[in-house]
């Protein structure tokens, strides 16, 4: 099998599968085989992914059963619809939706609401999307749940009890419950609560495959307001960030639970609460990962520290970082500011730092060539990729604090404080406000000293916003 460097199109004879799916593949003449993973199909070659490089091979001369399961995948892709969102920050972790057509405009009440479901528990968790399913956690009374809503109906399809939430491990004095999104691959859901349970459950009904607990079982050290990351699944591998100082990030078999391996990070620390990113760079696949005083990327196949770069975070580090290619952006509030890197090779030297992004925990998106999100004391901020520089901030919004979603060249903007929703335009030209209306109900269980936390989510022509116990779905399709 030889390898063959190509451009790809984005084009209709182009097939793109947004999950891994690693397996060995066998030529039938000869027999050779070579472990990948499945990365799409480009006319009558499929394309499978190994150690950073890209095989581009005849699918008839591949074995029977390979054949067998790349027309499985085919029809999965032509059978599902752009409204996946799998995880957190969707497919590709950027939180950049995949929709088109959507509304540019809103009536003056705002998008017409689809439903309603009110029975989400307590949590600032986020949901994914996938299967005509949307999955979410919740704490209801002490049990830590994991919940399945029917996208159609809005109604439960099944919850599952997995674990407790006994609140006596993390701060809860701004609201107790999970914090974590659940991701949802290859007809699983895992889950990671805020005491460091972990969880694979079946996703047609909820049925526990395995679990494992940061902490006992990793002897793992959480931040001080618990677990808050979301399990991220490349391949057949789950990854996720005990913290502490024996095995501050781990892979374990998707399957199975059973360990792959265990990083050597030293001084991680807490774990912190931003999510490990998945990044091709040209030196391989690795996993970046924000701890308090660095972000550090590991190698995906050992776990070996690649390099590292010193971050002087303070309180907490939050927004989860951007990767394109070979660059990386870090930022985190409490007055600290933001920082793009590039890697090369075994380092990773800083291009710009500076403080015109302060993200304290709403999280930044990069849309083109700038990066947008809310900044302490600045409103919303639109910044250059390039040089680190302000292009616009908007105070009008009355919040120096909420979080964002990007969707068919528009901003969702949410209001931590009063729950109000903005549609902007993403240009760096400036900004241009383009509907606005308050999202009801709002949770009367909600901590006295919590807010609207959950980052909005669109996808499939629609807008699902979460305050607690109440998930509601907006249709915004034009």
């Known amino acids: ?63 029977a059963d390979d054949q067998a399961f790349i027309k499985e995948q085919m029809a999965a892709a032509a059978s599902s619809s752009s409204a996946d969102w799998p995880q957190w920050r969707g497919a590709l972790q950027d939180g ?42 919740g704490t209801r009374d002490s049990g830590l749940v994991v919940i399945a ?56 009904d909820g049925s526990k495959i395995w679990s494992k607990n940061l902490v006992s079982d990793f002897r793992g050290r959480d931040g001080n307001w618990g677990y808050s990351e979301s399990p991220v699944v490349d391949g057949e591998k789950v990854v996720v960030t005990p913290g502490g100082n024996d095995s501050p990030m781990i892979a374990l078999d998707r399957n199975s639970g059973r360990t792959i391996w265990e990083a050597d990070i030293s001084g991680a620390g807490s774990a912190e609460y931003a999510t490990v990113v998945i990044a091709e760079t040209s030196s391989g696949k690795q996993y970046v990962k924000l701890f308090q005083s660095f972000v550090v990327g590991v190698d995906a196949d050992s776990g070996r520290e690649v390099w590292r770069s010193e971050w002087a975070g303070r309180t907490a580090v939050i927004p989860t970082p951007l990767v394109d290619g070979d660059e990386v952006y870090v930022c985190s509030g409490y007055g600290v500011g933001c920082m793009k890197l590039k890697i090369e090779g075994g380092a990773a030297n800083q291009i710009w730092i500076n403080k015109n992004m302060k993200n304290k925990h709403g999280g930044v998106i990069k849309f083109g060539d700038h990066v947008y999100g809310f900044s ?21 919004l009355q919040s120096s604090f909420g979080s964002i979603a ?30 606005q209306f308050k999202m009801e109900p709002q949770s009367t269980n909600r901590h006295n000293q919590g807010r609207i936390w959950t980052p909005p989510v669109v996808v499939g022509g629609k807008l699902y916003l979460r305050d607690q116990e109440h998930v509601s779905c907006y249709d915004v399709k034009k």
């Open 149 to 204: 809503v029917d996208l159609t109906t809005g109604e439960e399809a099944w919850s599952t009890k997995v674990g407790s939430d006994e609140t006596d491990t993390y701060n809860v004095g701004w609201g107790n419950g999970p914090r974590s999104t659940p991701t949802f691959n290859d007809g699983k859901v895992y889950a990671l609560g805020p005491e460091g349970t972990l969880v694979c459950l079946d996703a047609s």
């Open 406 to 435: 990007i969707a068919d060249g528009m901003i969702y903007c949410l209001n931590e404080g009063d729950g109000m929703v903005t549609l902007a335009e993403a240009t760096p030209a400036g900004f241009n406000q383009k509907g």
């Open 1 to 63: 099998m030889k390898p063959l460097t190509f451009t790809v199109l984005v084009a209709a004879a182009l097939i793109l599968i947004s999950s891994s799916f690693a397996r060995t593949w066998t030529q039938a003449s000869s027999g050779n085989t070579i472990v990948a993973d499945f990365a799409g199909v480009e006319g009558a070659n499929v394309q499978l992914k190994a150690k950073g490089r890209i095989y581009s091979v005849p699918i008839a001369s591949l074995s």
């Open 376 to 396: 302490e004391a600045a409103g919303l901020v639109c910044q250059s990729w390039e040089t680190g520089e302000l292009a616009w901030n908007e105070r009008g």
């Open 96 to 137: 950049v939706s995949p929709d088109s057509d959507l509304l540019k405009e809103w009536p003056a009440n705002g998008p017409e609401k689809v439903w309603t479901f009110s029975d989400a528990g307590m949590g600032y968790g986020g949901p994914s999307i996938a299967a005509g399913k949307l999955f979410v956690m």
